[in-house]
């Protein structure tokens, strides 16, 4: 089992920054993949960026270059620094863990609103 609790959230004028974090325990070396989601009020969740246990990265086009997905390797915290924000990117943001065997797990998220 692998827990997650994300926090960071908050509200951001358009062209802010913001890091979101995301604090992982329980059994994080079965960990495989970690990942931002976003939900956005009457949208499908979507994925944002993910990370692999050998650092590898994919975005969504919509963040590339203005996202940075990144991860503590001493105890698995995941960072996603969101720079430039744009009120499309007003979401609910989950932290999201893949275990090598396929198990599955969410946090609870945390709200980024982009307004002026």
């Known amino acids: 089992q692998v827990q997650l609790m994300e926090s960071g959230g908050g509200l951001v004028q358009p062209g802010g920054s913001l890091r979101l974090s995301c604090s992982s325990s329980?059994?994080?070396?079965?960990?495989?993949?970690l990942a931002w989601y976003r939900q956005a009020p009457g949208s499908q969740r979507e994925l944002v960026a993910k990370i692999l246990y050998n650092d590898r990265t994919t975005y969504v086009d919509s963040v590339k270059g203005r996202f940075t997905i990144f991860r503590d390797n001493a105890d698995y915290t995941l960072f996603l620094q969101m720079d430039s924000l744009k009120p499309e990117d007003t979401a609910v943001y989950y932290c999201y863990a893949e275990s090598f065997r396929d198990d599955e797990y969410w946090g609870k998220g945390t709200l980024v609103t982009v307004s002026s």
């Open positions: 329980g059994n994080i070396g079965s960990i495989y993949a």
